[in-house]
């Protein structure tokens, strides 16, 4: 059974940066594509990055445009781990983020539908 632990979120002044980590067991890492969504409080779950399949030979991550530049995903294999750098903070990037997997795409999708496991969040606040 694969599971997915989010940590690293918090309390942080815009301007500020915090590192998201997402700890995947059952499996490793590099037999999924990775990505992050994250949801505020009564907004649906968006989409915020994504990291592909290590086998997929294009791009290998992708960003929503309201944190390119921004924040960096990557993973480490050997730590079975995906990142979320997030620099520049912005009080609109207050949210719980997710961090989830799929099998189905080598590529990775920005529609959470097409992940297959997801992790509990992690609170991430930033004060104005």
């Known amino acids: 059974q694969v599971q997915l632990v989010e940590s690293g979120g918090g309390l942080v002044q815009a301007g500020g940066s915090l590192r998201l980590s997402c700890a995947v067991s059952?499996?490793?890492?590099?037999?999924?594509?990775m990505g992050w969504f994250r949801q505020a409080p009564g907004k649906e779950r968006e989409f915020v990055s994504r990291?592909?399949?290590?086998?997929?030979?294009?791009?290998?991550?992708y960003y929503a445009d309201s944190v390119k530049g921004r924040f960096t995903i990557s993973r480490d294999n050997a730590k079975n781990t995906v990142y979320l750098q997030m620099n520049s903070l912005k009080p609109e990037d207050t949210a719980v983020y997710y961090c989830?997997?799929?099998?189905?795409?080598?590529?990775?999708?920005?529609?959470?539908?097409?992940?297959?496991?997801w992790g509990q969040g992690t609170q991430v606040t930033v004060s104005s």
């Open positions: 989830a997997a799929t099998g189905r795409s080598w590529r990775g999708s920005t529609e959470a539908g097409e992940y297959d496991y």
């Open positions: 059952g499996r490793t890492v590099s037999s999924y594509a």
């Open positions: 990291i592909s399949h290590i086998e997929w030979s294009g791009s290998t991550s």
